[in-house]
Nanobody, 115 residues
């Protein structure tokens, strides 16, 4: 059973940075591509980024490309999302997920960006 636990969220001013972590268990972590998604209040889930199983290839949603960076450490079953140059519109709950739609995901970590 997939178990994903996100952490690292918080309150940050616009232009600031955060690094999110997601610790995984219950599956063969190093064999799977993993995504980050987010959901703002009253909005649909947005896919942000995906990283391949080896950690040497990633894809990004256009509005976050160049500001967000996904990485992973297969030795500790953890995937990361570095958030830089944060904007107010980045305020959301952030999840790591098995799939791009976010159907299988953790409990999330909240990111709030203030002006």
């Amino acid at each position: 059973e997939w178990h994903l636990v996100e952490s690292g969220g918080g309150l940050v001013q616009a232009g600031g940075s955060l690094k999110l972590s997601c610790v995984a268990s219950g599956f063969d972590f190093k064999s799977y591509w993993l995504s980050w998604v987010r959901q703002a209040p009253g909005k649909d889930v947005e896919w942000l980024a995906v990283i391949n199983n080896r950690g040497d290839y990633a894809e990004y949603w256009g509005p976050v490309r160049g500001r967000f960076t996904v990485s992973r450490d297969n030795a500790v079953n953890t995937v990361y999302l570095q958030l830089d140059n944060l904007k107010i519109e980045d305020t959301a709950i952030y999840y790591c997920a098995k799939d791009r739609a976010g159907k299988v995901r953790g409990q999330g970590t909240s990111v709030t960006v203030s002006s």
